[in-house]
């Protein structure tokens, strides 16, 4: 069983992210290349940082074809271990979402809050984010507010449609602390946890180099989805059990044909 030390834990609840020392071996990471491939070539409409629920394979409730490569990761028991130490022993995994900002041209992602798009009551998340290409400054890495998720509240936002950008909210630029911003630069493999109330975004990719991530998206099972509020999706009980009672793990799944599997 994979753990983090009691450092990192104090890490990420003092940062709210943490680098992890977990990388995914280069077979793995080969597979999941491809199912890169596959997904864009499925979505020829849909921008390739757009890819939401993309582990759900075949078509999902979004109109979107996923492949079921990013659902095996998103179960990976290494993977899952390490959102175990810090979001706790019941698991449920909501959502995954690609975002691949191809060379030249990727699109920035603004400074936000995923808390603040998601009914997830009480508020609580772990996403891993999987660097499935090198992700540096020059290709447009993640970048965070470190230590900005420490008040546990959701800072104002303003709706701000801009062409090149992949969200159209973004936290009021008075509440953004730019002596905190660190650059989280990953090899291809590696793997960070992000906390649901971190203020985060990247810079476009005007590289001549490919940056694509997962970002795998967890619950504790003390929380539930309001669904009445949120786009339909499938949930997946990883551990232990759902306390609330009010997540559905039946509706959108389905049984999957046998090209899919």
Known sequence: MLKLSPSDVETYNRQGFLITGHKIGAD????LHRAVESVIEANPDVRPERLVNIHQPGRNPQGLVGDRRFLDIAREPDIVDLVNDVIGPDI???GAQLFC????????VPWHQDGYYW??????????WLALDACTVGNGCLRVISGSHRERRLF???REAREGQVLDLEVKPEEIDETSIVDVELEAGQVAL??????HGSNPNRSANRRAALAMRYIPGTSYIDMELFSPRALWLLRGKDH???NDFDVFHREL???EI
């Open 28 to 31: 793995r990471l080969s597979t």
């Open 257 to 259: 044909t046998r090209e």
């Open 194 to 199: 992000l906390d649901v109330f971190l203020v």
């Open 101 to 108: 900002k191809p060379a030249g041209d990727g699109m920035a």
């Open 244 to 246: 609330t009672g009010r």
């Open 119 to 128: 009914p997830i009551r009480p508020l609580a998340n772990c996403t891993a």
């Open 92 to 94: 449920i995994l909501w």
């Open 156 to 158: 104002s936002h303003l």
